[in-house]
């Protein structure tokens, strides 16, 4: 599951929907004001003074008034002690224990307690809070807030159906776009949970109308079609009259897509070559659902220096999409243009981050790929990393990046070390471990002591949560073995998509038994038409030339879709390269599945249910 969904929408202030709820409670009888005017605390001072001059639901409600005026302006102890004055809360109205409970998630609330707020929002005092009333409506849309931001995503949808059934047609809400944008971060299995569980018509609705639409999320045209056809079945469903924004834009969206892309590519190169088989077998796939594709042009990139004449061209030609180039000084000079004419899909990433009108980019960035190796190491429990990468000056750039992004999460490197090429990796390995460390000591020890009496083991160091190695799999297959011969079998083992080709060939893999690894899902799951297409009509081709052709397949997606990301009308794409979420800058970033090798065979791996090996 993405971990987007929890800032899906801004945080809801409690108070206001507590004074929301307060309106619907019938009002207290009016208090005289002074000649002049008061200040707020004056004002709290005299709700106060007027709850101590009745008893029951109207000294409650005058109380929890004022309480609710304190913590607006801060003045939490008191209003901790105030509330604590109102008696057996369970005695009140049930509009005033629903307004009470609320209060007291906001209490908790203001010391960062999400979990204390939501056992207020879900214990005996909301047991009559409904989608009829206001207060009720108020409650469960704070309540399914908090759900989110504890990740309790279930109940959260949960909560958001119940309202959406019954929320009135006239009323502003954002609520139909929260649901629908929470729905949308969730995974096959997710969602086939949860409809499992569901036992509402309003519930089912809305899982279906987001299985339909992630299942054809390769083709505009089909997902207008199904929600169509959806609306039809599911006709009584609040959604079938009052559609979520994004769904709404739709038919806007295919209505404005493009129709003549310019496809600019190095041809003649490997990588360009792969990107180019990618992006048109997912073109012609598409043209068996529709014949309304845009018309494609392509312009050979291969060992040019300066793009502008090529880009030009392609200009020219009346192209309104521009996917390319790959190089990335090539994106360089178009980001350095004093305008960009037509919106561009460059396949690389520029040096500068900032924003640039018409540019879109995306990539394999290798950043993306380390990110989230340090976010499963960490949910893995790891906290002390060593690092292990070749001496290049690329690698080094990623090895600063990854030390970095290791520190900021909270961990600590405690050693790194380098190799060179497929020279003998023991020395490495020692030194990682400490090895050497340990045997200087031990010849010290011997020139001290007569030989006869002194039998040595070597140590490695203890202080290793887990190592970060990057690595191809011939390096891969010498390396894991070496860890273990020099006592490190049991510390685990992390690394990126470039220690997996992508064939199962299971007998030399076994020798990387146990390394966590992420990859595209086109790697990790090569079934589905489009790869049987390409592995029937194309050459045979390994991991990283596979694993451009995803992205040329992923680059054919995205091409109707760059503004409906940009707008935030969507949240993501299930890509063949992982799921594509796009930056404030406009550079498009993937989220990659987690893997790892068991017994030869790359399998799925959740740091959640998988118990990695620690150090003892």
């Known amino acids: 599951m993405n971990s987007y969904y929890s800032n899906l929408f801004p945080r809801v202030t409690l108070l206001g929907l507590i004074l929301l709820g307060t309106a619907c409670i019938s009002a207290p009888e009016p208090v005289r004001a002074p000649p002049q005017p008061q200040s707020t605390t004056e004002s709290i001072d005299e709700l106060l003074r007027q709850a101590e001059l009745k008893s029951g639901d109207s000294a409650a409600e005058l109380r929890l008034q004022a309480i609710s005026n304190l913590i607006t302006e801060g003045h939490i102890d008191r ?57 009720g409506r108020n409650l469960i849309f704070v309540r399914a807030q908090l759900f989110l931001e504890n990740s309790r995503v279930f109940e959260a949808v949960t909560d958001m159906a119940e309202l959406t059934e019954s929320w009135p047609l006239d009323d502003e809400t954002t609520l139909f776009e929260d649901l629908w944008y929470t729905l949308t971060s969730l995974d096959d299995d997710e969602l086939n ?51 979520p ?41 598409a043209l068996s659902v529709s014949r309304e594709l845009p018309r494609v042009s392509i312009f050979d990139s291969s060992r040019i220096e300066t793009i502008y004449s090529i880009y030009n061209q392609a200009i020219d030609s009346g192209a309104d999409l521009i996917i390319g180039p790959l190089d990335k ?42 990110s989230q190796i340090v976010n499963l190491a960490w949910e893995s429990g790891h906290r002390n ?51 050497d460390s340990s045997e200087a000591r031990a010849e010290r020890l011997l020139d001290l002591l007569p030989r006869r009496n002194m039998e040595f083991t070597p140590r490695r160091r203890s202080d290793i949560d887990y190592i970060f190695l990057v690595a191809n799999p011939r390096q891969g297959r010498q390396i894991k073995p070496t860890l273990a011969f020099y006592f490190a079998e049991n510390i685990p083992v992390f690394s990126m998509p470039s220690i997996y ?30 790869n049987d297409k390409i592995n029937s009509n194309l050459r045979q081709a390994q991991g990283p030339l596979q694993r451009l052709r995803a992205m040329g397949i992923d680059s054919f997606m ?57 150090l003892k």
């Open 329 to 370: 000084n090539l994106v360089n000079q178009i980001q350095a243009l004093p305008e960009i004419p037509v919106p561009t899909l460059a396949l690389n990433y520029t040096d500068n981050e900032e924003i640039t009108g018409n540019l879109f980019q995306f990539g394999l960035a290798p950043e993306d790929e380390i």
């Open 79 to 135: 209003a901790t002690s105030e509330i604590e004055s109102i008696g057996e809360p369970s005695d009140l109205n049930s509009n005033l224990q629903l307004l009470f409970a609320l209060t007291k998630a906001e209490l908790a609330l203001t010391q960062d307690n999400i979990s204390a707020a939501l056992r207020w929002l879900t214990g005996a005092l909301t047991e009559s809070a409904t989608t009829n009333t206001a207060a």
């Open 385 to 435: 990393a060593a690092v292990l990468m070749p001496d290049t000056f690329d690698y080094g750039r990623l090895q600063k990046f990854f030390i970095e992004s290791w520190k900021d999460k909270g961990g600590q490197v405690v050693v790194s070390t380098n190799f060179f090429g497929d020279s003998d990796y023991a020395d490495v390995i020692k030194r990682l471990m400490a090895i």
């Open 558 to 614: 995205l091409y109707p879709r760059l503004f409906q990301l940009a707008e935030r009308q969507i949240g993501s794409l299930r890509g063949t390269t992982g799921i594509l979420t796009m930056s404030e800058n406009q550079r498009i970033h993937r989220n990659l599945e987690p893997a790892r090798f068991e017994d030869g065979l790359a399998v799925p791996f959740d740091p959640q249910l998988t118990e990695t090996p620690k």
């Open 501 to 530: 080709n992508g064939r199962d060939n299971q007998q030399e893999n076994r020798d990387l038994d146990g390394i966590v690894f992420t990859d595209a899902p086109w790697i990790l799951n090569p079934g589905g038409e489009l």
């Open 193 to 243: 949970s949860l409809a499992t569980d569901a036992d509402s018509y309003e519930l089912r609705g809305w899982i279906e109308l987001a299985r339909i639409y992630q299942d054809d999320q390769n083709s505009i045209r089909s997902q207008l079609d199904s929600i169509v056809q959806w609306r039809r079945i599911w006709a009584r469903h609040s959604a079938a009259s009052r559609l």
């Open 245 to 285: 924004a994004p769904l709404k834009a739709l038919q806007q969206t295919w209505d404005n897509r493009p129709s003549h892309i310019a496809l600019i590519l190095p041809i003649q190169e490997p990588a360009g070559n792969a990107i180019q088989e990618g992006f048109l077998t997912a073109y012609y796939q």
